[in-house]
Nanobody
Framework: VQLVESGRNLVQPGGSLRLSCAAS????????MNWYRQAPGKEREWVAA????????NYADSVKGRFTLSRDNDKNTVYLEMNSLKAEDTAVYYC?????????WGHGTQVTVSS
């Protein structure tokens, strides 16, 4: 299983950014996909999730209304659209899935919100 994140890294406050996570090595459409983030000096925190069927989403309160998670099962990819970005959104963002009780993580991609 391999998860690879990508996306532009630097944005000004109030700006927007889209992250992608491409998965390989498994039947992607079967799995709930998650995004987590870890800011400097803080623990990794869950950000958002999308179900395998139907694409229902759930978000942390800190990003609700600003972030949108979607998936394209034909491309084995999930997308995290981030709007109205704040300095406190600065973190390394990780794509995640759980399969047979084991967590798989991408390498992470740095997002910096700064003027």
């Amino acid at each position: 299983v391999q998860l690879v994140e990508s996306g532009r890294n630097l944005v000004q406050p109030g700006g927007s950014l889209r992250l992608s996570c491409a998965a390989s090595g498994l039947p992607f459409s079967y799995y709930v996909m998650n995004w987590y983030r870890q800011a400097p000096g803080k623990e990794r925190e869950w950000v958002a999730a999308i179900t395998s069927v139907g694409g229902s989403t759930n978000y942390a309160d800190s990003v609700k209304g600003r972030f949108t998670l979607s998936r394209d099962n034909d491309k084995n990819t999930v997308y995290l659209e981030m709007n109205s970005l704040k300095a406190e959104d600065t973190a390394v963002y990780y794509c995640n899935l759980r399969r047979a009780g084991r967590d798989y993580w991408g390498h992470g991609t740095q997002v910096t919100v700064s003027s």
